[in-house]
């Protein structure tokens, strides 16, 4: 990989989109978001990343190609 922008989530085998702005990260089990979370009835959560964010533990979805200038086939 060449820069950061080519370990983005939406090219990750761990990004689940949600939406157009916002996906989950699968990489670890979920996360207890406390017993204040007004969003959820089970308080357990996955990480909400975007698509263009990255980390350290990015893995390349299968059938995603990163060509030499960056761009995913």
Known sequence: MNDHSDACCIRCAYFRPSDALTGLCHRYPPVFAGDSSPREAHHW????VGPHGWCGEHRLAPG??????????
């Open 45 to 48: 959560r996955h990480p909400v």
């Open 64 to 73: 995603v190609q990163i060509s030499s200038s960056g761009a995913t086939s």
